[in-house]
């Protein structure tokens, strides 16, 4: 059966569509061996996913490489380190967008399908070229956004124009950096205002967490860490999600915590100040 | 059912005569009406199909559709004579489609505006469907003197939200000669502009322009915009006139928000709650 294609897209830049393609890619392929699992880096001139991924110093060929007819598919991937089941088509650093055309993305995609179970993109922000080039040979987007309202703006606009495409692609939301305590204080967007706007199916919600930023500049996702993290965990129960398991939505705000614990912390405050 | 009485005395049409097959036509039948079945409380419809032959087999289950949803059809127009004489079998009532029967367009300078190449791009998706699109290269004629008058089924255009009740999205541009009905929100950023009137079932944000490019004093002060929700960020313009939202932040707003109809009087616009 030939592979899914998944697009990681936004809009708006910086809202994690790279850390989601990197974490979700990892916890896919980590959670079942059998799965054969391919991202494409598409941000062709401002490459990050290699980074993410800390697979920037093995990158022989790159993605226009490919296209260009200077080396073979297979010799451009990139196998993971840590997983013999994913691999990256990382973009071209020394290029720009327009080195690549949409018909040659499908015929690129088309080919990796075979070898491939799933394959996630990366798109880069904006709607210009390097955006409808991503679209290409997209099944699925996967639409991320934080709750901002720049941000929810951005990823209506993109919405609008994948439903728009003539072949119909079905969208998803990822709301990310999400932070329970300013909802509670009317500060920020909650996941309900956002879906409000957007009216598309939720795929789930990520909390800020700050070891986001550590294990970004360490090239190690969050997903792939076995210790109790918000995000890592957030992003795994995504990729279940995406292979068909029911996983309940993570309980970000805090509000089903142990009563124990609760009592206990207010004890341990009580303590403190008195 | 305070949202349907503003259309209770008018009809709408929904055209379906673009479709090509029965099945696909049956489809979005169901999702119009069996799944908004209290969108339209007691509006009278009129289903439009034009040259489409539907056979025996058709009418019996356009027939099933129309008795599970308990909606009220005011008539079906067609053109086939052999789809009328089966309709006339199951007691639906139906007409031929009236061909431009309305008066003169008194801002027919304004008659040849097209929608721009992207927005077309857009309208034809699934989700966002321009019922009336076959009449788009030439706008019919309209009747400004009063907005809706009862038989005048060329004046409306319906777009339907059919994605969670999100109808048009930020980017998104309708442009149209005559009046123009949206069910669903209408999202930031999205501008909708036209000749006449315009209703949104559903929250309305973004730039909407009714009466555009009208100078008459008279006939500015019948157009309307009306809205189950007006939210913000807002901006609408009448005629000459415009007017924009008091760009209070919506995560602290606690206003209360209902159905509303925007008019001018007096030189302004005002916001007036009169659905109820």
């Not at chain 1, 699925?140 to 209506?156: F, K, N, Q």
């Not at chain 2, 049409?13 to 169901?30: F, G, P």
């Not at chain 2, 315009?198 to 915009?225: M, N, P, R, W």
């Amino acid at each position: 059966m030939p592979g899914k294609t998944i697009l990681f897209t936004s809009g708006k830049g910086g809202v994690g569509k790279t850390t989601s393609t990197a974490n979700i890619s990892v916890a896919l392929a980590a959670q079942d061996p059998n799965i054969n699992v391919c991202m494409i880096d598409m941000d062709i001139g401002l490459r990050n996913l290699d980074i993410q991924l800390g697979l920037e110093n093995r990158i022989v060929y790159n993605l226009v490489d490919v296209v260009e007819g200077s080396c073979k598919v297979r010799q451009a991937l990139v196998k993971d380190k840590r997983l013999p089941n994913l691999s990256l088509l990382p973009a071209a650093q020394t290029r720009d967008k327009t080195s690549v055309t949409p018909e040659q993305m499908v015929t690129l995609i088309d080919e990796l399908r075979e070898m491939f179970d799933l394959i996630l993109i990366d798109s880069p922000a904006g709607i210009e070229g390097g955006f409808y080039n991503s679209v290409a040979a997209a099944d699925e987007a996967i639409i991320v956004s934080t709750p901002e309202m720049s941000s929810v703006r951005d990823a209506d606009r993109v919405i609008g124009l994948l439903e728009a495409h003539p072949r119909k692609i079905n969208c998803w939301l990822i709301i990310n950096r999400l932070r329970a305590a300013m909802i509670k204080s009317n500060d920020m967007m909650s996941v309900d205002d956002v879906m409000e706007i957007l009216g598309i199916k939720l795929l789930g919600v990520i909390p800020e967490d700050e070891r986001i930023i550590v294990s970004t500049n360490k090239g190690e996702p969050l997903s792939l860490t076995p210790k109790h993290s918000g995000a890592g965990q957030a992003f795994r129960n995504i990729a279940l999600r995406l292979t068909g398991v029911e996983v309940p939505l993570m309980d970000v705000y805090g509000e089903s915590q142990n009563i124990l614990i609760k009592q206990f912390q207010k004890l341990k405050s009580l303590i403190k100040f008195g | 059912m305070a949202k349907t009485k503003a259309l209770t005395q008018s009809n709408i049409v929904i055209d379906l005569s673009k479709h090509a097959s029965w099945s696909e036509t049956k489809e979005e039948l169901n999702i119009l009406i069996s799944k908004n079945r209290s969108f339209w409380g007691d509006t009278k419809l009129i289903l439009r199909f034009a040259d489409f032959h539907l056979s025996v087999d058709d009418v019996d289950e356009l027939n099933q559709i129309i008795e599970d949803s308990k909606i009220n059809i005011d008539c079906v127009q067609t053109n086939s004579k052999i789809t009328s004489k089966l309709l006339e079998d199951k007691n639906i009532n139906n007409t031929s489609i009236p061909i431009n029967k309305t008066v003169p367009n008194p801002a027919s300078s304004f008659a040849s505006v097209q929608l721009l190449p992207s927005s077309v791009a857009m309208n034809t998706n699934n989700k966002i469907r321009l019922i009336k699109e076959a009449s788009l290269p030439q706008p019919a004629p309209i009747r400004l003197e009063s907005c809706f008058p009862p038989n005048s089924y060329e004046t409306l255009t319906v777009f339907v939200g059919l994605n969670e009740n999100v109808a048009l999205r930020s980017g998104h541009l309708i442009s149209y000669d005559g009046n123009i009905v949206v069910i669903g929100d209408v999202n930031p950023g999205c501008q909708i502009r036209s000749t006449g009137s315009i209703i949104v079932y559903g929250k309305l944000c973004g730039s909407v322009h009714a009466g555009f490019g009208l100078t008459d004093e008279e006939v500015i002060q019948k157009i309307f915009v009306k809205a189950l929700k007006m939210g913000d960020p807002l901006q609408i313009s009448i005629g000459d006139y415009s007017a924009c939202s008091s760009n209070e932040s919506s995560l602290h707003s606690k206003r209360k928000i209902y159905p509303e109809t925007a008019r001018v009087i007096d030189g302004r616009i005002w916001r007036i709650s009169d659905f109820e």
